[in-house]
């Protein structure tokens, strides 16, 4: 698996600031404000990826282990994380696994029936590896995907997604629906072709049976955008508005904007559009969110700040970035939560670097998207790691890390 390891320049061109962004800087307004708890993640796991079902049950995705090889764990939480269930190894292989980077490590989503998803970079030993198609000569590592019964107890033996692409580098996703469709996530080079940053496409493999089986991956980004190497990017499978993807571009391997695709045809034809512009010489190792119910919202980081914003799902833009307040410079790996009376969370991290630690900051915002008195940090982020962040049904929310 190849690793980026490059400074980051402070080139930023075509960076624009809206009249909904200008809002958020000013001082929070006297609405009533959102309570924040925090918990841990179990067992000093990191990367936590979390959801809430229906029922209002917690189910939380983290890693643990050697960074560079360690495994994935499954846990479910009736309390909002006051306690949890007992852990269950999500990959079949032990090692198959990778958390180095930040950016590679599992994603999960709960489809039909409660059950659970997950899709991940596999780690330099992981199988199984592809083969077939002229693979054999690229010997990258796979992109995985398990699913579990539906009382989430055990998962399946892990599966490699990949039949036509190559050089897997930064993290892939899922997303699933009520329907039984499963959508696995990536962005590769095309086997006979350049794994280089402008050549990479995000590519899509479906499923239309609940995860039995995928069909051969296809390139839904443009052509022309390419995708930045070692930058993450974020799905879902929204039940009104259909599949929304948010992904960063390597245009000319300086134009390192963000990009948004939809589709509302169950991921066979894409909208897209370009959702922020940023000039940078370097891959800065980003990932993104997407989270909501009645308003769908996106966030991501461009030039060491975080910002989020709604969808428009009719013409797949978001028309009206929010930045968060008191810029510091090194904010990253935004994550957005949105409670029933339409509260937003905007969770980041601070700090953090190559193989160093740093901090959680939040910032609660209305449903109109002004900036609530609820604010507030917390040390303590692990080495490659982040927060995820849910809301409860009463309104307040729960961050993880």
């Not at 190894?89 to 029936?113: E, L």
């Not at 579990?148 to 930064?170: W, Y």
């Not at 590519?203 to 022309?224: K, L």
């Not at 009645?294 to 799902?313: C, S």
Request: net charge positive; glycine share 12%.
């Amino acid at each position: 698996m190849k690793r980026m390891q490059r400074r980051i320049r402070p080139a930023i061109a075509g960076l624009f600031v809206t009249t909904a962004a200008l809002a958020a800087l000013q001082e929070p307004h006297a609405a009533p404000a959102a309570r924040v708890h925090t918990v841990r993640v179990p067992d000093g796991g990191i990367q936590p990826q979390a959801l809430v079902d229906g029922r209002g049950v917690l189910h939380l995705l983290y890693f643990s282990g050697e960074p560079r090889a360690g495994d994935l764990f499954y846990v479910r939480s009736t309390d909002f994380g006051a306690t949890f269930s007992t852990p269950v190894k999500v990959n079949s292989q032990s090692g198959s696994a990778i958390a180095t980077g930040t950016i590679r490590g599992g994603h999960f989503a709960i489809g039909r029936g409660g059950r659970v998803h997950v899709a991940w970079n596999g780690s330099d030993t992981a199988a199984p590896r592809a083969s077939g198609a002229g693979l054999e000569k690229y010997q990258t590592a796979p992109f995985l995907y398990t699913r579990s019964n539906a009382e989430g107890t055990a998962f399946e033996a892990q599966r490699n997604l990949v039949q036509r692409t190559h050089s897997i580098d930064g993290g892939g996703a899922i997303a699933a629906d009520a329907a039984g469709r499963v959508y696995a996530v990536w962005h590769a080079g095309l086997v006979g072709g350049s794994a280089d940053e402008e050549q990479r496409r995000v590519w899509i493999s479906r499923s239309d049976n609940d995860g039995a089986t995928f069909t051969t991956e296809q390139p839904v980004s443009n052509a022309s955008t390419g995708v930045c190497g070692c930058c993450g990017l974020q799905a879902i499978a929204h039940p009104k508005y259909g599949l929304w993807l948010l992904y960063r571009s390597a245009t000319q391997k300086t134009h390192r904007d963000v990009y948004v695709l939809g589709s509302t045809d169950g991921g066979r034809t894409f909208a897209e559009s370009r959702v922020h512009r940023w000039d940078l010489n370097a891959c800065p190792m980003t990932s993104m969110a997407l989270a909501g119910e009645d308003r769908l919202l996106g966030a991501w980081e461009t030039a060491g700040q975080v910002y989020f914003g709604a969808l428009d799902t009719s013409s797949a833009r978001i028309p009206s970035p929010i930045t968060a307040p008191n810029e510091t410079g090194g904010r990253k790996h935004p994550r957005v939560a949105v409670a029933p009376n339409g509260d937003t969370l905007l969770l980041w991290t601070e700090g953090m670097g190559w193989a160093k630690g740093g901090s959680l900051a939040w910032q609660a915002f209305d449903a109109k998207d002004k900036p609530l008195a609820d604010r507030g940090a917390a040390p303590g982020v692990p080495v490659w790691s982040f927060g995820a962040v849910v809301a409860k049904p009463n309104g307040e929310f729960v961050i993880l890390y």
